[in-house]
C-alpha cells in the first residue's frame, strides 16, 4: 500500500511539499515534517490532481490560512460569473477555495474550477447528493450510503483537495436537538440534510457508521478530511451548548481515527459565538482534537448586522485565530442575505486576511511583523508611495486618498498642515539620514 | 460654590441626568449615582449649554458608547458638509461627536454644531491654539498658558461638553521620546503640537502645571475633561512602550485631582495596539487611574490596511470593550489617507456600534442580548421584512438582498432550495405554535 503524506513525513520521507511550506512559513522543515506526522498540520492536495497547486500547509505553528467559498446556487448558476469569483479570490491571495455549488451542473463547474485553480480546493460532497435528491424528489429513505461515496469517490477522482464531511453529528445529537431548546437549531446546510436523513430513515449517519470506508477514499486520492460542524451554532445564544460539545467530542474521536489511518484531517468550528466564549471554544476543540488544525467560519461575534457580517466575523475571526484557529473561511458581507457578487468576494478574501495577520503578528509568527514596520516607517517618512504599494489593498487605498487630494502632497486631508509627525520633526534633532551619507 | 453634577452625585441628590441615564441604561438611579460620585462614571453635559442634550452616561456597566468624530481641515473647510456629516452620524446613533475643525471660521463651525447636535460635543481646544499659531506665524515661545485658557474658555462657554487636554505629556514625556526608539514617534495632533511647545519653550506643558485653573473653568461649565492620550501608539511595534505608560501615570496622577476637585473626567487611550496587548492595556489604565471611563481611538491591530482600518479598529475595539473600555471613537475606512466623507461617516458609526454592541452581549449587559435573541428568531422564521427591520443597518441590509432576489421569497439565494433552516423543519416534529393557539 502506498505511503500518504502523513505516513511519508513520519517516516521522514522529505517531500517537495515539507520543503515549499516550510519556505513559504520560514520556519524549518523538520518542524514542517513533525507538524504533518503528528496530525497538527495538514498540507491539502489531492494526488490525482490535473494541475499543480501551491502547497499549502494548515496549522499550529503556521501562518493563518484563508478560504473563499464560492458557488453557484439555484438562482444563480453562471459558470463564468464563478471563474470571475475564482480569479478574484486568487488575486486578493486567499490560500484556499470552496466550490459550494448548488446549481447548474455541478460536476462540469467543478472541474472548470479544479482546472482553474492555482491554490487547493475544497468540496462538501453531501451537497451534490443533496441536489440530486431535491431535483428528482428522491425520498430519503432511497439514499443510500452507497449513493454517498459514489459521489464522493467521483470528486475525489476530478481532483479534489479537501472535503467536508458532516461525521460527527450522529443520531444522539439529533435527539439533543429535539430535547433541547436552541433558538436556530441546525444551520449547517451540511447539518440539516444529515439531520433530515437520520430522522427519515431512523438509522446512524451514514457518514459515521462508515467512516472506514470514507478513509480508505482518503487513502486512495490524498484527501484532507475537514471534519464538519453540522451543529455549528447560528445565533450567539446558542453558543456551546450541548449538541455543538457533543459533536465536537465524535469530531476527537474521528480525528483519532483519521490519524491512525494515516489520513490528514482538520476540524471545522462555530459559528455565532459572543466574544466570551471565543477563547473556550478555541481551547476545547484543540484539547478534545489533540491540536488537529481548526478550521472556522467566523465566528459572527453578534446577529445583529446583517449587511456587515464580514466585519462581524473579522471581530471574531481575528481573536479565534489569535486564540488557536488555524484557517479562516471568509464571510462576505452578503452572509444571511445573499450570494456575494464578484466585489464582495474580492473584499471578504481581504479583510479575512486582515484578520489573519492581526493573529500572526500577536502571536509572532517571525514572518509576519515586517510588513507592519515596513508600512510605519513609510508613514514616518511621509513617503505616500509606498504606502500605497504597501497597502494589503493598494486600490482601495488610492481611491481614497486620491478622491480628496492635499493641497499639499506631503501629507493627507484629514490633517493638512498640522500633520503630527511633521510637527513633530520640526522639534527633534536631526535624525540619522545624514550620517548614513557619510 | 456651587455644586457639580460629581458634587451632587455624592451629596444624594437625583439630577433628572441620573434618571434619565438609569432608564437608558435599565440600571437602578441608585448605582448611576454610585458611579458618578466615585467618578467610574460620567455624564457630559455642559451647565451653559444653548440647546438640551440627551444625557449620555460613559464608564463602569454601563453600554459601551460611540463618538464621531468630524471637522474641517485646511483643504476641506464647508460648514454644510460639517453640518450634514452631523446628521449623518446622528441619524446612525452615534452617542458623542467631536468637533476637530482645523480649517475656516472655527468658532462659527462649532457654534454651528452645537447649535444643532442632539447629543454631547467634544473638542480639543488646543487645535484652536495650534491654529491661530501656524496662521498667524507666532512663534512657539510667544505662546503663553494664557493664550491656552483664553480658548479653553470660551469653547466652554460656548457649551462644549467634553474637552480633550494633553495635559499628561510632561518634559519628562518629552525627554522619553528623544531617547527613545519610536518608530513614529508622536502621532497625536495635539500631542505633537505640545511636544514643540516643550521643546521650544524649555518649559513643562503649561496644561499640565495649571492644572488647577483648568479645573476651575471645568467647574465653572460643568466641563468633563478627557484626558489625551498624546503617546499614544501609532504603530503596533510602539504599543505599550515607556512614554505611553509615562504618559499614563501622570493621567492617572490627573484624575486624582480632578475627582479631588469634583471635576469629572475620562482618560484616552491607544492607538496602534497588537491583539496580545489589548487586554493588557485596558488593565492597567483601569488599574492606574482607578477605574476612570476609558476613551479608546481603535485601538487599530496592524498597521498594513489603510482603507480597511474602519475594520482594524473594529477587531480592536470590540475586545477593547469587552476588556473595559467604555467609549469608543469611531475610525473610519479614510483614516491615515483623507477626511472621511459622509458615507464613511455613517458606515464609521454604524461599525463602531457593532463593535460596541458585541461587547456588551459578552460582557452581559441587561439591555443587549434581546436584540440578537430577536434577530435570530426572526430568522428562524423566515420572516425576512422583520430581519431586516432589526438590522442595525436596514438600508444596507435590504440593498444586499434586493440586488439579487431570491425566486422563493422564503428564502435567499446564498441557499435557494437548500435552506438549512427549511430542512431542519422538515424533519422537525410540529412545534409548539399551535399550542399557543389554544
Redesign the interface.
Known amino acids: 500500500m502506498n505511503k500518504t503524506i502523513m505516513e511519508k513525513a513520519h517516516a521522514g520521507i522529505e517531500l517537495p511539499e515539507f520543503t515549499e511550506v516550510a519556505k513559504y512559513e520560514r520556519v524549518s522543515i523538520d518542524k514542517i515534517m513533525e507538524g504533518v506526522a503528528a496530525g497538527t498540520i495538514v498540507i491539502t492536495k489531492n494526488n490525482v490532481r490535473p494541475r499543480p497547486i501551491r502547497s499549502v500547509g494548515i496549522g499550529s505553528g503556521l501562518l493563518v490560512k484563508v478560504n473563499a467559498n464560492i458557488g453557484t446556487?439555484?438562482?444563480?448558476a453562471d459558470i463564468k460569473n464563478e471563474l470571475q469569483k475564482l480569479e478574484a479570490l486568487v488575486q486578493a491571495k486567499s490560500d484556499a477555495v470552496m466550490d459550494l455549488s448548488?446549481?447548474g451542473d455541478l460536476t462540469a463547474i467543478r472541474k472548470a474550477i479544479i482546472a482553474n485553480s492555482p491554490i487547493p480546493i475544497g468540496t462538501v460532497p453531501i451537497?451534490e447528493i443533496?441536489?440530486k435528491q431535491?431535483l428528482t424528489g428522491t425520498p430519503m429513505i432511497k439514499l443510500s450510503a452507497n449513493d454517498i461515496f459514489k459521489v464522493i469517490e467521483e470528486q475525489a477522482k476530478q481532483g479534489v483537495d479537501f472535503m467536508t464531511v458532516h461525521a460527527g453529528l450522529t443520531a444522539r445529537t439529533v435527539e439533543m436537538i429535539?430535547r433541547g431548546s436552541r433558538?436556530?437549531?441546525?444551520?449547517?446546510?451540511g447539518?440539516?440534510?444529515l439531520?433530515?436523513w437520520i430522522?427519515?430513515n431512523e438509522c446512524e449517519n451514514p457518514l459515521y457508521e462508515n467512516f472506514d470506508r470514507l478513509l480508505e477514499i482518503c487513502r486512495k486520492y490524498e484527501i484532507t478530511l475537514s471534519l464538519g460542524d453540522g451543529m455549528r451554532p447560528?445565533?450567539?445564544?446558542?453558543a456551546t451548548d450541548q449538541p455543538q460539545i457533543e459533536e465536537l467530542l465524535t469530531l476527537g474521536e474521528l480525528v483519532d481515527r483519521a490519524r491512525e489511518a494515516g489520513v490528514q484531517a482538520m476540524v471545522e468550528g462555530p459559528g455565532h459565538v459572543?466574544?466570551?466564549?471565543i477563547e473556550t471554544n478555541m481551547k476545547i476543540q484543540k484539547q478534545i482534537c489533540k491540536g488537529a488544525p481548526f478550521y472556522i467560519l467566523g465566528p459572527v461575534?453578534?446577529?445583529?448586522?446583517?449587511?456587515?457580517d464580514?466585519?462581524?466575523s473579522?471581530?471574531g475571526g481575528?481573536?479565534a485565530a489569535?486564540f488557536g484557529a488555524d484557517f479562516l473561511c471568509y464571510v462576505t458581507?452578503?452572509?444571511?442575505?445573499?450570494?456575494p457578487?464578484i466585489e464582495a468576494v474580492r473584499e471578504g478574501v481581504?479583510?479575512t486576511r486582515?484578520?489573519a495577520?492581526?493573529?500572526d503578528?500577536?502571536?509572532g509568527h517571525p514572518g509576519a511583523?515586517n510588513?507592519?514596520?515596513q508600512?510605519?516607517?513609510a508613514?514616518?517618512d511621509l513617503n505616500w508611495e509606498r504606502?500605497?504599494s504597501?497597502?494589503?489593498?493598494p486600490k482601495?487605498?488610492s481611491?481614497?486618498?486620491d478622491?480628496?487630494p492635499?493641497?499639499d502632497e506631503e501629507v493627507?486631508?484629514?490633517?493638512?498642515?498640522?500633520?503630527?509627525?511633521k510637527?513633530?520633526?520640526?522639534?527633534?534633532?536631526k535624525k540619522t539620514s545624514e550620517k548614513q551619507e557619510i
Open positions: 446556487s439555484q438562482d444563480s448548488t446549481g451537497y443533496a441536489v431535491r429535539l433558538t436556530m437549531n441546525v444551520v449547517s446546510r447539518g440539516a440534510f439531520f433530515q430522522r427519515f447560528g445565533a450567539v445564544v446558542d459572543p466574544i466570551d466564549q461575534v453578534t446577529d445583529i448586522a446583517p449587511g456587515y464580514h466585519i462581524t473579522a471581530i481575528a481573536w489569535y458581507r452578503t452572509e444571511h442575505l445573499s450570494l457578487n481581504i479583510i486582515i484578520a495577520h492581526a493573529a503578528i500577536a502571536k511583523i510588513w507592519d514596520l508600512m510605519s516607517k508613514r514616518f504606502q500605497i504597501l497597502a494589503i489593498d482601495r487605498a481611491f481614497i486618498r478622491a480628496l492635499p493641497s493627507c486631508t484629514m490633517c493638512g498642515e498640522f500633520c503630527a509627525l510637527m513633530t520633526k520640526e522639534a527633534l534633532p
